[in-house]
């Protein structure tokens, strides 16, 4: 696929999006810039089209999505018992970097709020998405335009190095105006609650309308984490290839003296530095400076919290290209928004508390009963198991023989939601070389589904396996497949979640003593 770039400063924006709206509408993916980072935009209403987005970038499917609208007409085919906040705040705040968490309806696909009850909804206050978004006359769901956990884009070039070839638009409209992404408000908490800091704050919110809502730091609660009703909360995000850490001077040392310290210890490595104007003028006088191989890119002292935000992704993304090994970013306390994103794109300085995180992938044959239940309840297993280890497991799910797309089956979904477990939001992937690559272990559901991909890939034999391979412990566990419940009962469907739990309670005893944990 050729990807198109328009950029719309070369002549008049309305023609020149014409093409790019009328894709959107027709299910195709395309790229544009909004006044806080690129999306990655695809029509709301078109499943196929939402689920493409999950497989670009290789996004959760329990990470849901903002939708975009061109502004408040149409809300209420979207949102229901909408609060009277939502008004105020939407005539203080928009168009503008603000997010409303409401209430859905059904006129969305369940794939676009993971599966939840409520919907993100934002009214992009950007002079192209607006226009864009006016033309296309749909809802746009438009995470941002990166391979997630990979900095987000704040200038279309970021968007191509990371989807030439697999978009067919990238809407170029120069870099971004604030660089990082909106705030999330909760309005369906009995108090409001800001779930992702941005520019407009808590102390925003109350000066300009009178209404008050908790601040970032005082709003999630541990169900939050376990089931993310906003984008931003669970996962590492923003991280670059370079190892990245925080940097901050105090009442006793400076920044200066903090980073010359930091330099002694990382002497063998090649360093990017992320901090201000005025203290790289003072740092690179230092003889130590001088004597290192390091990259800069620097951020105004004059207005800390709006540059290091806006500059941030940009910043990474540059430093990564230039093949630092290691980071250093200055820390701005006060900026709530800047320091939250900052703190998911760093790694620990300790290197015994750093997390390493392996890929567990099951695979069946259509990806709707078996490998889905699987991997579901592998995570639930271990989210309860994991907490002290240092390996950090996760699993994914895949078809031999389906299409993107399938919901998981009406029984899966009862089933497992007997324990609390929902996958609603769970939609079916084809299996590819890609997934393969990237697994650490695949786990088959039978021995034919095994040996079909050894075959396919001699290379990698050692670590496929049926599950029941996986799990065996001293003849505890047989070597029998796990059959298919599709088209049968309920009740055949309980019997394989039964076989699963337990096979999937021995291979977590497996590959942690593996892992040496």
Known sequence: MKTEVVRVSTGNATELLQAPASALCQGEIVAFPTETVYGLGANALIEAAVQQIFLLKGRPQDNPLIVHLADKTKIDQLAKNIPQEFYQLYEAFCPGPLTFIL???????????????????????????????????????????????RPSATRASHVLDDFEGKI???????????????????????????????????????????????????SLKEADLKRPPSPG????????????????????????????????????????????????????????????????????????HGSAAHELYAALRALDAAGVDVILAEAVPGAEAYMNRLDKACVSENPLEQEQVKKILFVCTGNTCRSP???????????????????SWRALSAGLHTMDGLAASDYTVSVLHELGIDISGHRSVQLTEELLAEADIIATMTRSQRDLLRAFLPEQESKIRTLSEWAREQGKISDEDVSDPFAQSEAVYRETRNHLQVLIESLWQQINLQSGD
């Open 103 to 149: 209430e859905k309806t059904d006129l969305l696909p369940e794939i676009v709020s993971a599966g939840l009850s409520t919907v993100a909804v934002r009214f992009p206050d950007q002079r192209v998405s607006q226009e864009l978004l006016r033309l296309a006359d749909v809802p746009v769901v438009a995470p941002s335009a990166n391979i997630s956990g």
């Open 373 to 391: 239940m699987a991997a579901a309840l592998f995570n639930a297993y271990a989210e309860e198991k994991q907490q002290a280890s240092q390996i």
């Open 168 to 218: 067919p638009f990238i809407i170029d409209d120069g870099a971004t105006e604030l660089g990082v992404e909106s705030t999330v408000l909760d309005l369906c908490n009995s108090v409001p609650r800001i779930l992702r800091p941005g520019v407009i704050t808590a102390d925003t919110i109350r000066e300009r309308t009178g209404i008050e809502v908790l601040p970032f730091s005082e």
């Open 233 to 304: 909360l669970k996962y590492r995000h923003y991280a670059p290839d370079a190892k990245v850490i925080q940097v901050c001077g105090d009442h006793e040392r400076s920044l200066e003296t903090v980073v010359l310290g930091v330099l002694k210890q990382l002497s063998d490595q090649k360093l990017g530095l992320f901090i201000n104007e005025k203290s790289w003028d003072k740092l690179r006088l230092q003889a130590d400076i001088e004597e290192r191989e390091i990259v800069e890119y620097l951020f105004s002292a004059e207005n800390p």
